[in-house]
């Protein structure tokens, strides 16, 4: 199985452009959910999703957009990238009650 | 709203020694779960251990043991016998056990732990 699989690895934009991160799932888990990395401030919840058809916000969901057509994919939207969207993000996915399995994670960086 | 808190930015231990990384987490909810993440410098996130708030039992894996006190709010680790590969950053983390968001974590600011030889 291949898990949770992030692409890009590696992202560098220009204030203003839009891009899409992209995740997907091989394990048929119902909840996916988008985190962001800054240094000293942890993981913070970005999107998340129970199914199918079902989103909803977390901690810092500004200027990201989320979508779920299918069980496996989840992927993240950047309409107009700023500066402070600098970050690692992760995607993660799990059965509900179980634990997290994360992807690799994505270096983004807004010039 | 539930918060996590990590009071130790960096700590520092000598190989094969013990160390014991602080968590403490503010919570009105009786049914969660507690966990530490590693994260080496390849930034996978790896889940080292958790607890559920109903079990007194501490967990322990292999090296890795907690020390759950769930009237006080804490949760440390401890690494027994340390290793050089156990130099890492290390997450602590908290989910309720309940609804649409029982997936989602609530991390704290994390705890750079570095292995001295």
């Known amino acids: 199985n291949a898990g949770v699989t992030q692409t890009p690895k590696f992202q560098v934009l220009k204030t203003g452009q839009s891009m899409t991160l992209q995740c997907a799932q091989d394990?048929?888990?119902?909840?996916m959910s988008w985190y962001r990395q800054d240094p000293g401030m942890g993981l913070r919840l970005i999107h998340y999703?129970?199914?199918?058809?079902?989103?909803d916000q977390g901690e810092v969901p500004n200027g990201y957009n989320v979508s779920r057509s299918t069980t496996e994919d989840f992927p993240l939207r950047l309409l107009s990238a700023a500066p402070s969207q600098t970050s690692v993000y992760f995607c993660?996915?799990?059965?509900?009650?179980?634990?997290?399995?994360f992807g690799n994670g994505t270096r983004l960086t807004v010039t | 709203a539930q918060t996590v808190t990590q009071s130790q930015p960096e700590m520092s231990v000598q190989e094969a020694e013990t160390v014991t990384l602080s968590c403490t987490y503010d919570?009105?909810?009786?049914?969660?779960?507690l966990f530490w993440y590693k994260q080496p410098p390849s930034r996978q996130m790896i889940l080292v251990i958790r607890?559920?708030?109903?079990?007194?039992q501490n967990a322990t894996e292999n090296r890795f043991s907690v020390n759950f006190q769930k009237a006080a709010k804490s949760f440390s680790l401890k690494i027994s016998d340390s290793q050089l590969g156990d130099a890492a950053m290390y997450f602590c983390?908290?989910?309720?056990?309940?609804?649409?968001?029982?997936?989602?974590?609530?991390f704290g600011k994390g705890t750079k732990l570095s292995v001295k030889p």
């Open positions: 993660a996915s799990s059965r509900l009650g179980s634990p997290l399995h």
């Open positions: 394990m048929n888990h119902e909840y």
């Open positions: 999703s129970v199914g199918a058809g079902i989103t």
């Open positions: 919570t009105s909810e009786s049914d969660y779960y």
């Open positions: 607890q559920e708030a109903y079990k007194q």
């Open positions: 983390a908290y989910k309720r056990n309940y609804g649409g968001s029982q997936g989602n974590l609530i």
